[in-house]
């Protein structure tokens, strides 16, 4: 094998999750969002695969069924909750009329400290009388219409609670395990075979949520219970940390001793936890590197945080965009267009990296590569939540190392998936940015799409959903335009730009593209952009790197992978599915460690972790 010392590629092997649009792996999610451009064959198993997942007839799949697939899925209406009766609470002061207020009450339920002026009297061992001298402070149930009822939920009719055994658990831990497990099940290689060939600490798990776990189960939970007479469990204080998406696959799903944690960076965090797996790869900490977030805000309280801020789009600006007296869903995120602000979004997105010497060696379909991912702060600025000048830096570095690695010819040859959050300040500064980053390099006709149109906003996992769909495109061939728009707002910047309005076909497996430019962008100033280069670029460059024979080899051995990744999708279109979830399996505790002087040896695994030896820093003595 010809090899000079070099930097490992950080080549995607494998890829899983849910969003508003469907199951990542098998590509079907990509192919919801360009189904009006496929061919019915080609869209047939994934009406077959979303069909399973919401629960409607699959006997059949016909044109009403495909209609209630679509009607189910992107962004709609939200099914979290109902809009139109949302719980709420007011406080009042009730004052007697006449006489005082009485009532009967459970001992149980009774103040630990009684008011001044209660009256408490016993009516029999169990239950007391109230009276009240005065005023008694009260709050009363009410529902109200909640002004935002747009989301991107993942298709109506998945049930997270039946994929396992995951009682009490946040939804966005539900999330995690059923999107690490669809990228397991997209590597047609199965992983516990993997782990034998590397060494237990050679797995980075990079993964975690923006914002935490914020539903009943977990952080909302804990800090309501006593404001509304609840209780709080043992689990909901773990449950809530960020970084717990990365814990849960560690111990429940890949069993994992090697490197662990979540890199956050608001909206950007995907990208973040990504540059951590690259440069785990790149400098040979790690062979195999899973990486992703998963987000689940979708919740009236966390809602209300950002719509009280001005950004997510309420139902009453929508109608009045439209000049209409109903509210369209559908296209609540208008990117580059005349717009009102962002739709929430749930998702769990999740990439398996891999070593290019160990991808070649097994035969894992490559489905990209991750040449960099740069992360730039914005500086001064005068409000945190406003975008600043960190963007612009991001994209100037990507677009440079695209220029570098493809050449000046090739740099034409790539494509942006804006952050294009629907918001009328983003419309403004990301095509400025963009614009001028293109001008910069000669760009002439930069196409630009933004996924956010399709399936919202998911805060952290919003890179992952936009890096998903960019991977479809070098499947089959179609860049997803943005279709919720009818025009390009007046002030958005053009120069150079093809901000596309429709899907745009770019060869077959989209051979046009060499690269995508991710660009993300999240409150506080935390700014990433990732260059992902396309297959067909990353085996030229393993061939440069290996020579012809190596890539003939691997390519034959990849026949018989890619085969088992297929049966396995199409198993899971049926509905039969692996979800690995493996709590309190041949657990490893203290006995199973055994420790000398060169390696560290763990129960359960074939390889040992090996303790240095030598001392890295010998020319500074």
């Given at each position: 094998m010809r090899c000079n010392k070099m930097a490992k590629l950080p080549l995607i092997v494998g890829l899983g999750g849910i969003n508003a649009a469907g199951r990542s792996s098998g590509f079907h999610s990509y192919k919801r969002l360009v189904c009006d451009a496929l061919q019915d064959d080609v869209m047939a198993s994934t009406w077959q695969d979303l069909a399973q997942r919401m629960g409607l007839d699959t006997s059949d799949i016909n044109a009403d069924i495909i209609a209630k697939i679509k009607a189910g899925t992107l962004v709609r209406r939200t099914t979290t909750f109902d809009p139109d009766a949302v719980p709420f609470q007011r406080k009042a002061k009730l004052a007697p009329a006449g006489s005082p207020i009485k009532f009967e009450l459970k001992k149980s339920k009774l103040p630990h400290t009684i008011p001044a002026n209660w009256l408490v009297n016993e009516i029999d061992n169990k239950t007391v009388e109230v009276t009240i001298d005065g005023d008694f402070d009260a709050l009363i149930n009410d529902l109200i219409a909640y002004p935002v009822s747009s989301a991107g939920n993942i298709p109506t009719g998945f049930d997270l609670d039946k994929l396992y055994n995951a009682r009490s658990h946040p939804r966005g831990l539900k999330l995690t395990v059923y999107g690490a497990?669809?990228?397991?099940?997209?590597?047609?290689?199965?992983?516990?075979?993997?782990?034998?060939?590397?060494?237990?600490?050679?797995?980075?798990?990079?993964?975690?949520?923006?914002?935490?776990?914020?539903?009943?189960?977990?952080?909302?939970?804990?800090?309501?219970?006593?404001?509304?007479?609840?209780?709080?469990?043992?689990?909901?204080?773990?449950?809530?940390?960020?970084?717990?998406?990365?814990?849960?696959?560690?111990?429940?799903?890949?069993?994992?001793?090697?490197?662990?944690?979540?890199?956050?960076?608001?909206?950007?965090?995907?990208?973040?936890?990504?540059?951590?797996?690259?440069?785990?790869?790149?400098?040979?900490?790690?062979?195999?590197?899973?990486?992703?977030?998963?987000?689940?805000?979708?919740?009236?309280?966390?809602?209300?945080?950002?719509?009280?801020?001005?950004?997510?789009?309420?139902?009453?600006?929508?109608?009045?965009?439209?000049?209409?007296?109903?509210?369209?869903?559908?296209?609540?995120?208008?990117?580059?267009?005349?717009?009102?602000?962002?739709?929430?979004?749930?998702?769990?997105?999740?990439?398996?990296?891999?070593?290019?010497?160990?991808?070649?060696?097994?035969?894992?379909?490559?489905?990209?590569?991750?040449?960099?991912?740069?992360?730039?702060?914005?500086?001064?600025?005068?409000?945190?939540?406003?975008?600043?000048?960190?963007?612009?830096?991001?994209?100037?570095?990507?677009?440079?190392?695209?220029?570098?690695?493809?050449?000046?010819?090739?740099?034409?040859?790539?494509?942006?998936?804006?952050?294009?959050?629907?918001?009328?300040?983003?419309?403004?500064?990301?095509?400025?940015?963009?614009?001028?980053v293109a001008a910069s390099f000669n760009i002439k006709n930069w196409p630009v799409t933004a996924i956010k149109s399709y399936v919202g906003h998911s805060m952290g996992a919003a890179a992952g959903d936009q890096l998903v769909a960019s991977l479809g495109v070098w499947q089959h061939g179609w860049i997803p335009g943005i279709q919720t728009i009818d025009h390009i707002a007046g002030d958005v910047h053009q120069a150079n730009l093809n901000i596309l309005t429709d899907h745009q076909f770019v060869g077959d497996k989209g051979q046009d593209m060499k690269a995508v430019i991710l660009n993300a962008k999240g409150f506080g100033g935390n700014n990433a952009t990732g260059l992902v280069l396309s297959p067909t670029q990353a085996l030229t460059m393993l061939e440069a790197k290996y020579g012809a024979e190596v890539v003939s080899a691997y390519k034959n051995k990849n026949i018989a992978v890619k085969q088992r990744a297929t049966d396995k999708d199409s198993n899971a279109c049926l509905g039969d599915e692996t979800i690995r979830y493996e709590f309190g399996n041949a657990v490893i505790d203290e006995s199973g460690v055994d420790i000398s002087e060169h390696e560290v040896r763990l129960q359960g695994f074939a390889n040992a972790i090996q303790l240095a030896q030598d001392n890295p820093y010998q020319d500074y003595s």
């Open positions: 497990s669809d990228a397991l099940n997209s590597l047609g290689i199965d992983w516990d075979n993997i782990l034998t060939l590397i060494n237990p600490d050679e797995v980075s798990v990079y993964a975690g949520s923006a914002l935490g776990q914020v539903d009943d189960n977990s952080f909302s939970g804990m800090l309501s219970a006593y404001a509304k007479g609840g209780r709080v469990s043992s689990k909901m204080m773990a449950m809530s940390l960020a970084e717990m998406p990365a814990d849960f696959i560690n111990s429940y799903v890949i069993n994992s001793a090697g490197t662990t944690g979540t890199n956050m960076g608001a909206c950007a965090s995907f990208l973040y936890n990504l540059r951590q797996g690259m440069l785990d790869i790149q400098t040979g900490k790690a062979k195999v590197a899973i990486v992703g977030n998963a987000e689940a805000p979708v919740e009236t309280g966390v809602m209300e945080g950002f719509r009280v801020m001005g950004a997510l789009a309420e139902d009453d600006q929508l109608k009045a965009l439209d000049n209409s007296d109903t509210v369209d869903n559908r296209r609540a995120c208008r990117p580059f267009s005349s717009n009102a602000g962002f739709t929430m979004a749930e998702s769990a997105q999740f990439v398996v990296l891999m070593d290019d010497e160990l991808a070649l060696e097994l035969g894992v379909t490559i489905y990209g590569a991750v040449a960099d991912v740069f992360v730039n702060a914005d500086a001064n600025k005068k409000s945190i939540s406003a975008p600043g000048i960190g963007n612009y830096v991001t994209v100037a570095k990507a677009t440079a190392l695209a220029k570098a690695i493809l050449g000046e010819g090739g740099l034409q040859h790539t494509f942006v998936q804006a952050h294009g959050t629907g918001t009328p300040q983003n419309r403004v500064t990301e095509s400025h940015i963009l614009s001028e």
